[in-house]
């Protein structure tokens, strides 16, 4: 049992390059969530998806498009990157009842240049 | 004004002391407060998990929350060079799926 998983654990990339963050669980989750997490900033929702082939945005959805793929997985891409994406981006998933307890994945590291 | 507002430290203290986090809300509408602990470049994991008013105690941890005031907090005792992290606090109404997250406070114990 895995638990939550993020690839890649680190990227690099130039401004105007694409990229998507892949996230997985294993844990049957209805409910998977997108975060990026900048210093003096704590976590900031970027999209959520309540249930399989439901997305919705958060508090910082621009420059930013999801897939909900299927129950497990959950991508993030970059459609044309910029500087102020560099950040930790974090996949999140949770069983919806009430509680809204979250299990967290180890983070992607992006640096935009 | 953010919905969850946490003191943004850092802390120091040494090992052995009692440590206090706080947290304040400002939605009336949440109902499940909880605390995540997250070590240097690992995700959150969650801490502690209380509804509704009163404590909650687990170990050295204790969540004491008070709906009245709108004010979180977080207690360890005895605390351990093992407990310097981020702590994040969180609320939820249980509407929906979301979670509101404070800034997160580091700790550092001091051997």
């Known amino acids: 049992n895995a638990g939550v998983t993020q690839t890649p654990k680190f990227q690099v990339l130039k401004t105007g390059q694409s990229m998507t963050l892949q996230c997985a669980q294993d844990?049957?989750?209805?409910?998977m969530y997108w975060y990026r997490q900048d210093p003096g900033m704590g976590l900031r929702l970027i999209y959520y998806?309540?249930?399989?082939?439901?997305?919705d945005k958060g508090e910082v959805p621009n420059g930013y498009n999801v897939s909900r793929l299927n129950k497990r997985e959950f991508s993030l891409r970059l459609e044309s990157a910029a500087p102020s994406q560099t950040s930790v981006y974090f996949c999140?998933?949770?069983?919806?009842?009430?509680?809204?307890?979250?299990?967290f994945g180890p983070g992607t590291r992006l640096l935009v240049l | 004004q953010k919905e969850v507002e946490q003191d943004p430290g850092p802390l120091s203290v040494p090992e052995g002391a009692i440590v206090s986090l706080n947290c304040t809300y400002s939605?009336?509408?949440?109902?499940?407060f909880m605390w995540y602990r997250q070590y240097s470049r690992k995700g959150p994991e969650l801490l502690m998990y209380?509804?509704?008013?009163g404590n909650k105690e687990d170990g050295r941890f204790t969540a004491q929350v008070d709906k009245s005031s709108k004010y979180i907090s977080l207690f360890i005792r005895d605390s351990q060079p093992s407990d310097s992290a981020t702590y994040l606090c969180?609320?939820?109404?249980?509407?929906?799926?979301?979670?509101?997250f404070g800034k997160g406070i580091t700790l550092s114990v001091r051997p």
């Open positions: 999140a998933s949770s069983v919806p009842s009430g509680r809204e307890t979250q299990y």
């Open positions: 844990m049957n989750h209805n409910s």
């Open positions: 998806s309540a249930s399989e082939g439901t997305t």
């Open positions: 939605n009336s509408a949440f109902q499940y």
């Open positions: 209380t509804y509704s008013s």
């Open positions: 969180a609320s939820s109404t249980g509407a929906n799926s979301k979670l509101t």
